[in-house]
């Protein structure tokens, strides 16, 4: 049986989010971002196209690391102005019914106190659509605007996120029970008491002792999103991970990283499919062929080289001015995204060295990931190939333009993968956790997550508050 693709749009509060130079286009839009109406526009059209969600992406700093100084990035728009994006979704949930929204915030920069709420208020007003890209950051500077030297080590971020995972899941999955919550007239009572519980924890960052204060979500925990592909991220995701965004320039490196997920994941206790991999794509499509590289070659004569590069030094962690631009970037030491380094160690499709000059023009659209051009069959082909040869389950689609590229994917790519029986016709109905894997709303009992629940392995509630019930009676 044909392979099913799945599809994800990938975007950012900003202008611009991965094609650098192209604001300059007369038909991009995306200096609206400001706007709701842009927003919400957006959403109804992958909805329509019935992509599984939106993926918001999110920096706190500025992609400082070319030249060393923001500059170039001010100059280039690049990720620069950034808005907040989870104050987008509730706007977008109104006008939508089925589209999932992946909203990124990172482990380093925020308290989970706070952070579970949030996300909890936005899966009760999603009615269960909210997933959350667990990032650690690599940007120095965002590091430096929360008063240290620097980020942490590459390693030790993960590790940091590993305590930040571990008090949000006592939060969302053990604190609360579903039945604490019983408004109840009669005895005038809204919660009972000996169903919420303290969660207790005291680690190495974070000391939480009590109870969460939201009452529990469709969904509880949001569907975990993960994008972080160096053996550590590998591992954190094969632990946590219910969707993994990958990006790799060639069909080589991204069937290398996904065999790598699928074994972690199978190390981790779980199945090699338990979490559906997306990996970056850009396409560029039309009606014909001819008419799509036209496109393309017009997109290309607005990227921006410098943007290109002051991207891929601020990802890579390497200030990329100081090389020669036919140089390939050698051996080095990264602390920022290390996959991305090593994507860009190896060899290309056509078996060539990667120069420096190679990785500016690469980076002017669609960031790390390919572009995929041609006529609506041609791309749904190129599509086929690149997820039977990878055994990803999808792509993350980021735009040329914004929104034309996604018009364009709904009206020539869409009709084609559907009627070749690949792509799906409906959505599943219910919680973003259930729409992916029909599954139910919660974490299967084999995800880490579960093992925070009252009773659990890895539930720090007291033991009387597990034991007794509403009338104080014990219960076994
Ligand atoms: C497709 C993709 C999207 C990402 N989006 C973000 C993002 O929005 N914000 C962020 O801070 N990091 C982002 N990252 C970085 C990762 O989440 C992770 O912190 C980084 O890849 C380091 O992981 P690694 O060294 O394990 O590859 C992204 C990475 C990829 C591949």
Redesign the pocket.
Known sequence: MARRIRFNA?D?NCVAHQSPGLWRHPEDQSHRYKELGYWTELAALLERGRFDGLFI???LGTYDVYGGDDRAALRNGAQIPVADPLLLVSAMAAVTEHLGFGI?T?TGFEHPYPFARRLSTLDHLTGGRIGW???????PSAARNFGADDQLD?DD??DQADEYLEVLYKLWEGSWEDDAVVRDPERNIYVDPAKVHHIGHSGRHYTVPGVHLSEPSPQRTPVIF?????P???RFAAENAEAI???APSKRVLAQTVSGIRAALEAAGRDRYAARIYA?ATIVTDATDDAARRKHREYLSYASVEGGLVFMSG?MGIDLSRYDLDDPIGEVE?N?????VAAFQEFDDDGREWTVRDIGRWAGIG??GPVFVGSGATVADRLQEWADDTDVDGF?LAYAVTPGTFEDIVRYVIPVLTERGVYPTDYVPGTLRNALFGRGDRLPPEHRGARYRPGGPGSTVLPDEVSRNVAGELIT
């Open positions: 990938f950012m992406a999110d920096v990124t990172g890209n667990v990032v650690t950051g690599y940007l590459h971020r993960y993960q994008a972080g592909a160096s550590r991220g590998v965004f990958v990006a970056l990802w990264s920022a995204i290390r996959s991305a960031g790390i993350n």
